[in-house]
C-alpha cells in the first residue's frame, strides 16, 4: 500500500505568502520511496486573493495585490538493486510574485513589487540495511533570481527604491533516514535540507537613478527545513498520512548596500520561522480509483506585524484528491485545495500601515506517473 494522495502544491509568493515564508514545493523528495523505476510530472496553479485597507485612505481597499502562478516539477527513481537506488527531482522550491496596484486607495505601498524565482536539481541515493531502515542524502544545485520595488508613503524616503538581483547558481545538501514496516504500509521518514547561500549581484536604485558605482553583491541564503512524513495502514486498503515541516525564514537576511545603510541594517525580507503540520486520509475504492482527503494548519507567529512582502500571518486548509491507475504503468492523480490565509498587519517600521483579513487561496494540480 502507497500514500494514495497526489495533491497540488501549495505554494509560495501567495504561499510564500500562504503558507510558510517562500516555500512552494516543501522539497518534496518523496520519489525515493517509490518501488521500482518511475518517473513523474506534475503540475500545479495557485490562484491566491489576498488584499487589504490602508490606514491612510480611511481604511479604503489596497487591491488584489497577489498574482496567479504555476509550479511545474518532474522526479525521477532508478532502481540499482535490492539496497540502492537513485533519485532526481526538478522543482521550484522557493518563490514570489507580490504587486501592489498603484491605485488611489493604497498611498501606503501603492506600487510596491516582489519577485523571487528559483530553480532546483537534485540528486539523491538511498541505502537500505533491511526492510526496516534506510537512510538518504544527495546534493541539491539551485538557481535564483529576484527584484524588489519599494513604493508608497509607508516606506519614507525609500520609496522609489529598487533592487535587481541577478540569477546566481548555489549548492545544498540533503540527508535523512526512514524506519518502514511494509506488512501494515507504515513508514516515517525525516528530511533535513541545508540552506543555500547565494552571493548574488545587485543593481540598486532611487526613482531611477544609480545609488551605488556599480553592482554589488548581496548574500541571500535560502532557509534550512526538516520535513517529518509518516504514513500507516490502519485498515483494508485504507492509509492514514501526514507531515511537519519547520523552515527557518528568519535565516533569510537581504540587505543590499546601499538598502543597508540607509535602513541601519534592515533586511527586505523580514518573514518569520514556520512550522506546518498535515494529516490526512487516503483510501483505495478499487483496483483503478484511489481518493483522500487532508487538512493542514501553520503555526501564526507570535505578533501579526509582518512585511508588506508577505502579508499573511498562518494558515488553514483543506484539500481532496484522486488517483486513477490507468494501466499497470500509467497512473494520474488529481487535487484541489482551498487555504484560508491567517489575519495580519503590514508594517514598517513597526507601524501597521495596512491590515489584511479574510484572504484565501486555492490550488489545483495534476501528477502523471510512469513506472518502467
Keep these: 500500500m502507497k500514500k494514495l494522495i497526489a495533491i497540488a502544491m501549495l505554494a509560495g509568493g501567495a504561499t510564500g505568502v500562504q503558507a510558510g515564508g517562500l516555500d512552494r514545493s516543501n522539497q518534496d523528495v518523496g520519489i525515493i520511496f517509490e518501488s521500482g523505476n518511475r518517473f513523474e510530472l506534475s503540475f500545479g496553479q495557485v490562484s491566491p486573493s489576498i488584499d487589504g485597507t490602508d490606514v491612510r485612505s480611511g481604511g479604503q481597499t489596497t487591491g488584489n495585490i497577489a498574482k496567479d502562478f504555476n509550479i511545474l516539477s518532474g522526479a525521477l527513481r532508478y532502481e540499482l538493486s535490492d539496497q540502492w537506488s537513485l533519485g532526481l527531482v526538478v522543482d521550484e522550491p522557493f518563490g514570489s510574485d507580490i504587486a501592489f496596484p498603484v491605485i488611489a486607495t493604497s498611498p501606503s505601498y501603492g506600487g510596491t513589487q516582489a519577485t523571487v524565482e528559483t530553480v532546483a536539481v537534485t540528486a539523491l541515493a538511498r541505502y537500505k540495511f533491511n526492510d526496516a531502515f534506510s537512510v538518504h542524502g544527495g546534493l541539491r544545485y539551485q538557481e535564483l533570481k529576484a527584484s524588489v520595488t519599494l513604493s508608497g508613503a509607508g516606506y519614507g524616503g525609500l520609496s522609489g527604491y529598487r533592487g535587481d538581483f541577478a ?8 540527508v535523512g533516514a526512514a524506519f518502514e514496516k511494509p506488512e501494515i504500509a507504515l513508514r ?18 532611487l526613482n531611477g537613478a544609480a545609488v551605488t558605482a556599480g553592482p554589488s553583491d548581496t548574500l541571500v ?16 486498503d485504507t ?24 535602513t541601519g541594517g534592515g533586511n527586505l525580507t523580514d518573514i518569520e520561522d514556520s512550522t506546518d503540520y498535515e494529516i490526512g486520509i487516503g483510501r483505495r475504492i478499487n483496483d483503478q480509483w484511489s481518493g483522500s482527503v487532508a487538512i493542514g494548519y501553520q503555526d501564526e507567529q ?18 481532496v484528491g484522486a488517483k486513477y491507475q490507468a494501466t499497470e504503468q500509467l497512473d494520474v492523480s488529481v487535487g484541489v485545495r482551498y487555504t484560508k490565509l491567517g489575519d495580519a498587519r503590514a508594517a514598517t ?20 506517473g510512469y513506472n518502467f
Design 349 to 368: 517600521s513597526g507601524v501597521a500601515q495596512a491590515p489584511f483579513a479574510d484572504n484565501s487561496a486555492v490550488s489545483v494540480g495534476v501528477k502523471i
Design 188 to 205: 516515517v521518514a525525516l528530511t533535513y535540507n541545508s540552506k543555500i547561500s547565494h552571493h548574488v549581484s545587485t543593481t540598486e536604485t
Design 167 to 174: 540569477s546566481d547558481g548555489a549548492v545544498g545538501y540533503v
Design 302 to 319: 507570535g505578533d501579526d506585524l509582518v512585511s508588506p512582502l508577505s502579508p499573511t500571518d498562518g494558515a488553514t486548509y483543506v484539500s
Design 221 to 236: 541564503e535560502t532557509p534550512e527545513s526538516l520535513n517529518l512524513e509518516f504514513q500507516t495502514g490502519v485498515a483494508k
Design 239 to 262: 492509509l492514514v498520512f501526514g507531515s511537519v515541516r519547520y523552515a527557518r525564514h528568519s535565516g533569510t537576511y537581504v540587505s543590499p548596500t546601499f538598502f543597508n545603510a540607509q
